[in-house]
């Protein structure tokens, strides 16, 4: 089959897609495109000539996907990239579809695609990406892929299919763990954090993902733990132990809800950071992005000066005006992600005002199970204002009873964002946590009546 | 001072995935609104502890590689964990710790995990993976959850099962039967958390232990409308 007519067809299955309202017809094109010609995206991806770089782990995807984004722009490349969170084998096919113009020509110079864990073994083999980045693996909707060990296993066997410079997260276990899967030792570039600012409140720990060693499954000892299991681990029983990190965050001068300023090292060079996304996770994201930065050439000093004015990713971390209240969006999908929201955003307020907006559809997650494990009862000032709403909003509220916090049920998403900026006083903040679908939902809302951008431009 | 109940909670840090950390939660908080205080004392393995002592003895679901990790610990415990159960102490076991209070687990790859035979079950992995809401009927009225899991689990002949699938799998992905019960011992696949969103289940292990230590007949009544609407949710969502 031509080209042509397959990108042909494929586009006009996206324009009706979107014509008809389903959506941003970010999944469909893919998805006709590999059964017309299935080779057709790692043709594609051939033509770009600086390659393809590839970003996945449990958290943060889409936020390092963005940071990538405007360091390689900043940096003249022209970027092709799937922005939108739309990250299985569709959404890749989909995003290099609808960059080709019908010849198969593409305009950018460079692929960034965000990649589902599960999904890197069926586009690595054929996308032949140049570089990837595994971020962290936390228990996150695993009613789709059974267990952490087995995520791990998926990726490692994406990593094996290629021979692409890998960057991994030193201070995760399991994800430094993947190393043993790169066809060359070379290959192998680790980020990490040598210490958090003392201040850094303490937070409970619920049972850790993987303080196992990935080797010999003996009990890993931490001499530091920043979150989760994410810190500084080695094995008593065989040599595994944290690697050194090539490119480190050496020090962290202060961290608050307006983000972080830090030092990040890279080779002998210090840079210093102005980092505007709070939160450590989002610290993590930002060193893995000046990691693959650095593997691409980029020097840090540039690679500061992009991050300082970075903006958060499609619902991540949104903060806009409504009514005279300032509310944020912050993105919920698992333990480990709801944990460090409350812990950055809420609990260090004072009668913090929070719509918890929960759901259970399959980008949700269909098992809400895991609200359990987030320890709510340190997190949530017991003065909180707390709204829930979404599918699953009876048992966010379940979950809040059980930690001695009253919350009350909102059945309609837009009925529940009116109330919670109703409850704010004027000139004061409010928190909106919502699950994948719910977030979509709130955020068309909410474009509705801000001057935020729609989402399917 | 008041009266205390103690809660074993089987190794915390292996076989606690998929909220179960929620049925401590719910036990802790349905005996201290009715005024008892509550110990829930962690067994690690390794970790010398008199389970002599416990009034409830509770443990959760966990990857495949925290069975093999906690397997011979457990052993090891058999015979005072049957003991208890043998003597009425209240129990509730999910997932993970279900297959390995029966007689064993044959992995998929044919490695064989023994199990301290507390339930008449055995359970061999397989590829089929049950996920999904699941409704039991059950003598402790309509239950709830959520199930993950490969293994198949068959009871053996006179071996009651907890309840009967309305919706879900259950121990098998062909049978109908859901978990298992043996006095006081309840085994099953429900995570959700089970007990939270089926206080009946969790005010039977309260009154259970209650009665046991203390002679109490009767608990005073919570009222539930939480619980309730959560688990009315949760049954009307597709399997």
């Given at each position: 089959m031509p080209l042509w007519f397959t990108l042909a067809v494929t586009k006009a299955a996206a324009m009706s897609s979107r014509?008809?309202?389903?959506?941003?017809?970010?999944?469909?094109?893919?998805?006709?495109?590999?059964?017309?010609?299935?080779?057709?995206?790692?043709?594609?991806?051939?033509?770009?000539?600086?390659?393809v770089i590839m970003v996945t782990g449990t958290n943060g995807k889409t936020t390092t996907t963005k940071l990538i984004a405007s360091i390689l722009e900043a940096s003249g490349e022209r970027v092709l990239t799937n922005s939108t969170g739309s990250n299985l084998k569709r959404g890749v096919t989909s995003a290099l579809i609808s960059a080709a113009h019908l010849s198969g020509r593409l305009d950018a110079t460079i692929g960034l695609f965000e990649v589902d864990e599960a999904s890197l073994r069926r586009v690595t083999g054929e996308l032949k990406p140049d570089h990837i980045v595994v971020l962290n693996l936390f228990r996150d909707q695993l009613d789709r892929y059974g267990e952490l060990d087995t995520t791990a296993a998926l990726i490692g066997e994406g990593i094996a299919a290629?021979?692409?410079?890998?960057?991994?997260?030193?201070?995760?276990?399991?994800?430094?763990?993947?190393?043993?899967?790169?066809?060359?030792?070379?290959?192998?570039?680790?980020?990490?954090?040598?210490?958090?600012?003392?201040?850094?409140?303490?937070?409970?720990?619920?049972?850790?993902?993987?303080d196992r060693c990935p080797v010999c499954r003996s009990r890993l000892v931490f001499s530091r733990t920043f979150y989760g299991h994410i810190g500084h681990y080695r094995c008593p029983t065989c040599d595994f132990a944290r690697p050194t990190p090539d490119v480190e965050?050496?020090?962290?001068?202060?961290?608050?809800?307006?983000?972080?300023?830090?030092?990040?090292?890279?080779?002998?060079?210090?840079?210093?950071?102005?980092?505007?996304?709070?939160?450590?996770?989002?610290?993590?994201?930002?060193?893995?992005?000046?990691?693959?930065?650095?593997?691409?050439?980029?020097?840090?000093?540039?690679?500061?000066?992009?991050?300082?004015?970075?903006?958060?990713?499609f619902g991540r971390v949104e903060e806009l005006t409504l009514g005279g209240r300032t509310l944020f969006l912050l993105l919920v999908k698992n333990p480990v992600g709801l944990t460090q929201v409350l812990e950055t955003f809420v609990s260090r307020e004072s009668a913090p005002h929070v719509l918890f907006a929960i759901s259970d559809l399959d980008a949700d997650g269909r098992d809400v199970s895991w609200l359990w494990d987030v320890p709510m009862e340190a997190l949530i000032p017991a003065d909180a204002v707390v709204l829930t709403t979404g599918i699953r909003g009876a048992d966010m509220t379940l979950r809040l009873h059980y930690a001695g916090i009253a919350a009350d049920e909102v059945d309609?998403?837009?009925?529940?964002?009116?109330?919670?900026?109703?409850?704010?006083?004027?000139?004061?903040?409010?928190?909106?946590?919502?699950?994948?679908?719910?977030?979509?939902?709130?955020?068309?809302?909410?474009?509705?009546?801000?001057?935020m951008q729609e989402v399917w431009r | 001072m008041s009266a205390e109940i103690v809660i074993a909670h089987l190794y915390p840090r292996e076989m606690s995935i998929y909220g179960d950390l929620g049925n401590v939660i719910a036990l802790r908080k349905r005996l201290e609104w009715r005024g008892y205080d509550v110990v829930v004392r962690p067994v690690e393995v390794g970790e010398p502890v008199d389970l002599t002592g416990a009034d409830i003895v509770f443990g959760g679901g966990g990857q495949d590689s925290g069975q093999l990790v906690i397997g011979a610990d457990l052993l090891a415990r058999g015979e005072s964990l049957r003991a208890l159960a043998a003597s009425g102490t209240p129990m509730l076991v999910i997932c993970g710790t279900y297959q390995l209070f029966g007689h064993g687990f044959t992995t998929i790859?044919?490695?064989?995990?023994?199990?301290?035979?507390?339930?008449?079950?055995?359970?061999?992995?397989?590829?089929?993976?049950?996920?999904?809401?699941?409704?039991?009927?059950?003598?402790?009225?309509?239950?709830?959850?959520?199930?993950?899991?490969?293994?198949?689990?068959?009871?053996?002949?006179?071996?009651?099962?907890?309840?009967?699938?309305?919706?879900?799998?259950?121990?098998?992905?062909?049978?109908?039967?859901?978990?298992?019960?043996?006095?006081?011992?309840?085994?099953?696949?429900?995570?959700?958390?089970?007990?939270?969103?089926?206080?009946?289940?969790?005010?039977?292990?309260?009154?259970?232990?209650?009665?046991?230590?203390?002679?109490?007949?009767?608990?005073?009544?919570?009222?539930?409308?939480?619980?309730?609407?959560?688990?009315?949710?949760?049954?009307?969502?597709?399997?």
């Open positions: 014509l008809l309202g389903r959506g941003g017809g970010h999944a469909l094109p893919g998805l006709i495109a590999e059964r017309l010609d299935p080779g057709l995206a790692g043709r594609l991806a051939a033509r770009l000539p600086h390659g290629t021979t692409a410079q890998l960057y991994l997260n030193a201070d995760d276990p399991l994800v430094a763990s993947l190393s043993r899967y790169a066809p060359r030792a070379d290959l192998v570039h680790y980020f990490g954090v040598e210490e958090l600012p003392p201040d850094a409140p303490d937070v409970p720990q619920t049972a850790s993902d993987s965050v050496t020090e962290v001068t202060s961290a608050d809800a307006s983000g972080s300023r830090f030092t990040v090292a890279v080779g002998g060079e210090r840079t210093a950071v102005v980092f505007p996304l709070a939160g450590t996770y989002n610290m993590y994201n930002a060193l893995a992005a000046t990691s693959l930065a650095h593997g691409c050439g980029i020097a840090p000093a540039g690679v500061a000066e992009t991050l300082s004015t970075t903006v958060a990713a309609d998403f837009t009925v529940a964002v009116e109330r919670l900026v109703r409850e704010i006083p004027v000139g004061g903040t409010g928190y909106i946590l919502p699950t994948y679908t719910a977030m979509l939902a709130i955020r068309k809302m909410l474009a509705q009546r801000t001057s | 790859g044919g490695s064989e995990l023994p199990g301290i035979s507390v339930l008449g079950a055995r359970t061999v992995g397989s590829t089929v993976r049950m996920i999904g809401n699941v409704v039991v009927e059950s003598p402790f009225g309509r239950l709830v959850g959520f199930e993950n899991h490969s293994g198949q689990t068959t009871l053996d002949p006179g071996q009651e099962p907890l309840g009967t699938v309305t919706k879900g799998h259950g121990n098998t992905s062909t049978g109908h039967a859901e978990g298992a019960r043996t006095m006081n011992v309840i085994g099953t696949y429900l995570h959700g958390p089970i007990l939270p969103k089926n206080p009946r289940l969790a005010d039977h292990l309260i009154l259970t232990a209650l009665n046991r230590r203390f002679g109490v007949t009767e608990l005073a009544p919570l009222e539930d409308a939480v619980e309730h609407r959560a688990a009315d949710v949760a049954a009307q969502r597709p399997q």
